[in-house]
């Protein structure tokens, strides 16, 4: 493998054996299998070491836990177009948890709304990859995310706008478990049952982590599936590194009607990386140069 010339990191174009960039279809093809899928979900994850290690800071953590849940949605459920990052029509994807960046950034590069060698300015001056979301300067961004607790309430008008607009587009929205010690989300939690929000599906990384440690400790969210339940939402639980259960959940949740749903997806933190799996060290700290050589050989 080769090195960059900056920083003697192994390179983003190095570590694609394939790219989804060669993708050009007018409305993406969101019909990968499970095979590929994984093929896709390892790329991401390579991309998401360099490109923090590249960086010297971001939050690895809670990126690698989520990768097979945005890999599900767009190879195998959302209807979008890389080359029209604002077509009227296309299902609308929310980072709540705008921290995970890196992840989304990877996954819009493999679809091919911008280069996958642009992932190496991620968090550098004048870059369109800012450390938190900004969708008024990265293609592909429904919502600038920074302080926590607020995707769900945005991603509820944006339903809404679409039922208003008589429009059949689909919104998903990913949040982190440990936001959901925010009252703001259970605020909207009760307006989209309240509402009938059914073209809403609600994604939770639930991780069992947050900055300060393990969830139980700081603020215990349980019964976790019991409260979105009392909420009035339609509750799915699966293995959220399972790319089958997690297409078969998307799948489930779009007949449902008259309620908004909530996939509860139990992942590790730090997946994939066997020094960053379940370590709250690496919420928001990227890997050295060697940690990087290391994580890469993990994944290869």
């Known amino acids: 493998m080769s090195l960059s010339e900056e920083g003697n990191l192994p390179s983003i174009s190095d570590s694609v054996t394939t ?6 279809a007018e409305v993406f093809s969101s019909s990968a299998s499970v095979a590929e899928m994984e093929a896709i979900a390892k790329r991401l994850r390579r991309h998401i070491i360099t490109m923090t290690g590249k960086a010297g ?4 953590g809670g990126s690698l836990s989520a990768v097979e849940i945005l ?3 767009y190879f195998g459920v959302l209807r979008h177009k890389p080359s029209d990052p604002q077509w009227a029509d296309r299902d609308r994807f929310i980072l709540s948890k705008g921290h995970a960046a890196p992840l989304l950034y990877a996954t819009l590069a493999e679809c091919g709304y911008f280069p996958v060698d642009e992932l ?3 968090r550098q001056m004048d870059s369109r990859l800012q450390g938190h979301t900004d969708r008024t300067v990265t293609p592909g961004v429904e919502m600038s995310a920074g302080a926590l607790g607020q995707g769900l309430s945005f991603a509820i008008g944006v339903a809404l706008a679409g039922q208003l607009n008589s429009q059949d587009y689909r919104v998903y929205v990913l949040l982190g478990d440990g936001e959901c010690d925010e009252g703001q989300v259970w605020e909207g939690a009760m307006a989209a049952a309240h509402f009938k929000v059914d073209n809403l599906v609600a994604i939770v990384d639930n991780n069992g982590q947050q900055i300060d440690g393990w969830n139980r400790d ?3 969210l349980d019964p976790f599936p019991g409260k979105w339940q009392a909420f009035g939402w339609h509750v799915i639980e699966v293995d959220g590194h399972n790319l089958a259960q997690l297409t078969e959940a998307f799948d489930q949740a779009k007949p449902v009607k008259g309620q908004p749903t ?4 139990h992942t590790i933190k730090g997946k994939g990386v066997s020094f960053m799996e379940n370590n709250p060290d690496f919420h928001g ?3 050295n140069a060697e940690e990087v050589k290391i994580a890469l050989k993990e994944l290869e």
């Open 71 to 73: 890999t599900a949605l």
């Open 57 to 60: 800071s971001g939050h690895p």
């Open 120 to 122: 190496l300015t991620l």
């Open 19 to 24: 790219s989804a960039n060669s993708m050009k």
């Open 218 to 220: 700081v603020m215990n």
């Open 285 to 287: 700290k990227a890997p």
């Open 262 to 265: 909530v996939i509860i997806a």
